[in-house]
């Protein structure tokens, strides 16, 4: 399984949604980097997506996108093929 990789805050239900998605998945090895505890971390985050929302999702090196982009991946069945 990839290594998953994801930006969140200590105060953000669409991560805590997220995870408990990706833990039901039986992802197991989930970084999390909190942006609210390293401003550095949120620069790193809005350069390599793009973005400034979180969650922001990697699976491996593919950006999944948010906790939105992560459901709508595994409604159509792309999400277990990413995380094999």
Known sequence: MPQVTMYSTTVCPY??????????KGVSNLEKILI????????????R???RT???IYIGETHV????DLVALDRVGKLDPLLA
């Not at 991560?15 to 039901?24: G, H, P, S, Y």
């Not at 609210?36 to 350069?47: A, K, N, V």
């Open 15 to 24: 991560c805590v949604m997220a995870e408990k998605l990706l833990l039901k």
């Open 49 to 51: 997506t793009s973005r």
């Open 65 to 68: 996108g948010g906790y939105d």
């Open 54 to 56: 979180v969650p922001q």
């Open 36 to 47: 609210d505890r390293d401003p550095t971390q949120r620069e790193i985050m809005m350069t």
